[in-house]
C-alpha cells in the first residue's frame, strides 16, 4: 500500500484525483451496504439506486463548484460548459430534487420507517465520506505537500505505536517535511495551463517554503547554544499537523470502533487482505482532511484571485467602480501605485 | 387534545367547510388518524404517546356550550386566524425581529424532532445526548450566524478589535467548537448502549442538516430583501389552502398512496390560484411578476413533496403530529414542512438567476490578497473598466 502510495505520488494530480475519487466511491459502498445488512433491506424498492443517484448528485455539485474555480480559462472557452457553470447550484439542486421526488414516491406502506433509515444512513455517509474526500482535493489544489503530508502524518501515526507515535513521529515528519518543502513539484499549487491542456506544478514558491532564520527565545538559546535557526516555515505548520493528527486523529478511529461494535461488525469489509476494508484505513484520514482545509483556510491561504477577479466581472458597474476606487485608495496608500496626478479641469 | 386527535367521519365532513383552515395539513392528520387505526401496531415498533389536551383555557371557557366537532372547528379556526395575523404583525415589526422569530422556529423544529428521536428509541437515560444535541444546534447555529454576520455587518465587524479577531478565524473556531462536541461524543460512548447512541448522532446530525441549514438560508434570503421573504411563504400557505377548497369541492382522482385523501384536482386547482396569487399580488412589481410566477409553480408543484415526506416520517414512526405546540394544528414542525424546501429553492434561485455576488464581501477578499496580487486585479478591472468607458482614459501611471 505505501508502495502504491509513492507510485501515484510520482503519477501527479491528476491520478490522485482519480485515486480519491475510487477510495470514495469504495468507502460509500462499504457504508451502505453494512446499512443493508442491518436492515435487511435488500428487499427495499429503489433503494440502491437512489443511494448511488444521491452519490452521483453530491459528486457533481462539488466537482462542478471545483472545476469553476480551478480550471476557469478552460470553462470560459467552451460555451456549453459555460452554461453548465452559471447555472450550476440550479442544476444541482434541480438533480437532487428529483432524487428527493423519487424517494418519496418509493415510499412502500409497510417499510416506512426502514426508508427512512435508510435514507438518513445515505445522507450522513455521504455527509462524512463525500464532502471530506472533496477536502482532500482541495487540499491537494494547494499543493501536493499538503496532500502528502498531512496522510503520511496519519499513517506514521498509525504504525508507529500511539504514546511513541507523539514523540517520535514528529522527528521523522519535520525531517520530511523539510525534503519536500525543496521541491516545486510538491509545494506549488496545481493549476491548469490552458495553452497545454495540462496541469502545472510551477511556480514561485511562497514565503512558506523559503527558508527563513527564526530567533531562538533565550531559554532555548542557553540550553542549545544555538542563536538562530533555519526552518521552513512549513516546518512550523507540519508540527502543528501532527499534533492534531497525534491527539484528535484517534478519536476519528475511536469512532469507527464504536461503530464496528454497535452494529457488531469486525471490519467495515474485507477488500484489503489482513487489513479490512479501505474504511479501515481511511477513518482518521477523514478528520484529518476536514483539519487541514480548515487550517490552510483559516491560516495560510488567502482568496483565490482569479475567483475574486471573475465575482468582480459580474457585478453592476457602479459597484465596480466603487470597488476600484477603494481598492486605488489602498494600493495608492501602501505605495505600490504612484499618487494620483490632479487632472487639470 | 385527545378529543381532537380522533375524529369521526362527520367531523371531517365540518373540516371542510372552513375555509380559514390550513388546507391540506390538516387533512393529512385526519387521514394518517383513519389510517393509522386500520393498520395495528406492529410489536417491533414502539407507539410515541399523545399527550394531553393543551387547549388554551380561555378557549376552553368560551366554547364550552358547543358540541365538540363544532368546538373543533372554532379552535382551528381561531389559532389558524391568530397565526396569519401575527405573521403580518411580526413582518411589521423589521427584519431584526424576523431573525428572531426565524431562529426560535428553527429551536422549536429542531427540539421537536429530536424529542420524537427520544420517545422513539427511549433514550432519555442516555448520558449526555441531551446536551450534545443542543451543543450541536449551538456550534452550527455559531458557525451559520457568523457567517451572516461577517458578509452583511462587515464594516461593523471591522470596527471592533475582538469581533474582528472571530471574523478572522471564524472557521477555524466553529471547526474547534464542533470537534470538542465530536471528542465528548466519542468519550461518551457506553458499552451496552453503542447502536443507540450512533443512532442518536445520526438522527441530531440529519435533523441539523434540514432545519438548521434551511433556516439560515431563509435569512439570507431575507436579506435580500423582505420581499424574497414573504412572497415564498405566502405562496405555500396560498398553496395549502387553495389545493384543500379545490379537493374539496371537486376533487376525484387520488394524488398519491401516502396521503390518500389528496386529488389531482386539488393539486391542479392549487397551482393555478397559487400562480393568480402571486401575479395578483405582485401587479406593480414587474419583473418581479416573474420570479413570482417561477416561486409559485414551485411552491404548487415541489412543495407538497416536502409535506409528503413529513407525512411518511409522521407515519414511519407512528405519530400523529410532530408536537403540540398549537392547538389544532399539532407541532410547529407540522406548519414548516413545505416551507423549508421552498426555502432552499429560492435561495438557490436567488443565487442562480438574480443576485450578483456581494460587492463588500468581494471587497473584504480583495483587502486580504497579496499586494501584487492585488496590483493584478486592479489593472484588469482598470481595462475592462475602460474599455466599457467608465472611466474616462487616464494617463498611465508612470
Not at chain 1, 85 to 99: D, E, K, M, P, T
Amino acid at each position: 500500500m505505501i508502495i502504491g502510495f509513492f507510485l501515484i505520488i510520482y503519477l501527479g494530480p491528476i491520478m490522485l484525483i482519480l485515486v480519491v475519487m475510487g477510495v470514495q466511491i469504495k468507502c460509500f459502498h462499504e457504508i451502505i451496504t453494512i446499512g443493508y445488512r442491518v436492515y435487511h433491506s435488500y428487499d427495499l424498492p429503489w433503494f440502491r439506486t437512489l443511494s448511488w443517484y444521491f452519490l452521483i448528485c453530491v459528486n457533481y455539485f462539488f466537482y462542478g463548484e471545483t472545476v469553476a474555480d480551478y480550471f476557469g480559462a478552460l470553462v470560459q472557452r467552451e460555451e456549453p460548459l459555460q452554461f453548465l457553470v452559471r447555472y450550476h447550484r440550479f442544476i444541482s439542486f434541480a438533480l437532487y430534487l428529483a432524487g428527493f421526488c423519487m424517494f418519496v414516491l418509493s415510499l412502500v406502506k409497510k417499510h416506512y420507517r426502514l426508508q427512512f433509515y435508510m435514507f438518513a444512513w445515505t445522507h450522513v455517509t455521504l455527509l462524512i465520506v463525500v464532502t471530506q474526500s472533496h477536502l482532500v482535493i482541495q487540499n491537494l489544489f494547494e499543493g501536493m505537500i499538503w496532500f502528502i503530508v498531512p496522510i503520511s502524518i496519519v499513517i506514521c501515526n498509525d504504525i508507529m505505536a500511539y504514546l511513541f507515535g507523539f514523540f517520535f513521529g514528529r522527528t521523522p515528519l519535520i525531517k520530511f517535511a523539510y525534503l519536500l518543502s525543496q521541491y516545486q513539484y510538491f509545494v506549488c499549487p496545481v493549476e491548469y495551463n490552458s495553452e497545454t491542456n495540462r496541469f502545472a506544478v510551477e511556480c514561485e514558491p511562497s514565503n512558506l517554503f523559503m527558508i527563513q532564520e527564526y530567533t531562538l527565545p533565550a531559554v532555548v538559546q542557553n540550553a542549545v547554544r544555538w542563536k538562530t535557526v533555519n526552518l521552513y516555515p512549513f516546518q512550523i505548520h507540519s508540527i502543528a499537523l501532527s499534533s492534531f493528527a497525534s491527539l484528535i486523529g484517534p478519536f476519528g478511529g475511536f469512532f469507527a470502533s464504536g461503530f464496528k461494535r454497535a452494529f457488531k461488525i469486525k471490519d467495515f469489509a474485507d477488500t484489503i487482505p489482513g487489513h479490512g476494508g479501505i474504511m479501515d484505513r481511511f477513518d482518521c484520514q477523514y478528520l484529518m482532511a476536514t483539519f487541514v482545509h480548515v487550517y490552510i483556510a483559516s491560516f495560510i491561504r488567502g482568496p483565490n484571485p482569479s475567483k475574486v477577479l471573475q465575482q468582480l466581472l459580474v457585478l453592476q458597474p457602479e459597484q465596480q467602480l466603487s470597488i476600484f476606487n477603494t481598492l486605488r485608495n489602498h494600493l495608492r496608500e501602501k505605495g505600490m501605485l504612484p499618487p494620483a496626478v490632479e487632472e487639470a479641469q | 387534545m385527545t378529543e381532537l386527535r380522533h375524529r369521526g367521519a362527520t367531523d371531517k365532513e365540518l373540516q371542510h367547510q372552513n375555509s380559514e383552515d390550513k388546507g391540506s395539513e390538516t387533512e393529512a392528520k385526519e387521514r394518517d388518524g383513519a389510517s393509522d387505526n386500520e393498520t395495528k401496531a406492529d410489536p417491533g415498533v414502539p407507539e410515541v404517546s399523545v399527550t394531553a389536551d393543551d387547549t388554551p383555557e380561555v378557549l376552553n371557557k368560551a366554547l364550552s356550550g358547543l358540541s365538540s366537532r363544532w368546538k373543533n372547528w372554532w379552535v382551528r379556526g381561531i389559532l389558524t386566524l391568530a397565526m396569519i395575523s401575527f405573521f403580518f404583525f411580526i413582518i411589521y415589526l423589521g427584519p431584526m425581529v424576523l431573525m428572531m422569530i426565524v431562529l426560535c422556529v428553527q429551536i422549536k423544529c429542531f427540539h421537536e424532532i429530536i424529542m420524537i428521536g427520544y420517545s422513539v428509541y427511549h433514550s432519555y437515560h442516555l448520558p449526555w445526548f441531551r446536551t450534545l444535541s443542543w451543543y450541536f444546534l449551538l456550534c452550527v447555529n455559531y458557525f451559520f450566524y457568523g457567517e451572516t454576520v461577517t458578509d452583511y455587518f462587515f464594516t461593523l465587524v471591522q470596527r471592533e478589535e475582538p469581533l474582528r479577531i472571530l471574523s478572522k478565524y471564524h472557521r477555524f473556531i466553529s471547526f474547534a467548537l464542533y470537534l470538542t462536541g465530536f471528542c465528548m461524543f466519542v468519550l461518551s460512548l457506553v458499552k451496552k448502549h453503542y447502536r443507540l447512541q450512533f443512532y442518536m448522532f445520526g438522527w441530531t446530525h440529519v435533523t441539523l442538516l434540514i432545519v438548521v441549514t434551511q433556516s439560515h438560508l431563509i435569512i439570507h434570503n431575507l436579506f435580500e430583501g423582505m420581499i424574497w421573504f414573504i412572497v415564498p411563504i405566502s405562496c405555500v400557505i396560498c398553496n395549502d389552502i387553495m389545493a384543500y377548497m379545490f379537493g374539496f369541492f371537486f376533487g376525484r382522482t387520488p394524488l398519491i398512496k401516502l396521503s390518500p385523501k389528496k386529488t389531482w384536482e386539488g393539486f391542479i386547482g392549487g397551482f393555478f390560484s397559487t400562480i393568480v396569487f402571486g401575479i395578483l399580488t405582485t401587479v406593480k412589481l414587474y419583473p418581479f411578476q416573474i420570479h413570482s410566477i417561477a416561486l409559485s409553480s414551485f411552491a404548487s408543484i415541489m412543495g407538497p413533496f416536502g409535506g409528503f415526506f413529513a407525512s411518511g416520517f409522521k407515519r414511519a414512526f407512528k405519530i400523529k403530529d410532530f408536537a403540540n405546540t398549537i392547538p389544532g394544528h399539532g407541532g410547529i414542525m407540522d406548519r414548516f414542512d413545505c416551507q423549508y424546501l421552498m426555502a432552499t429553492f429560492v435561495n438557490v434561485y436567488i443565487a442562480s438567476f438574480i443576485r450578483g455576488p456581494n460587492p463588500s464581501k468581494v471587497i473584504q477578499q480583495l483587502l486580504a490578497l497579496r499586494p501584487d496580487q492585488q496590483l493584478h486585479i486592479f489593472n484588469s478591472l482598470k481595462a475592462h473598466l475602460t474599455e466599457k468607458g467608465l472611466l474616462p482614459a487616464l494617463e498611465e501611471a508612470a
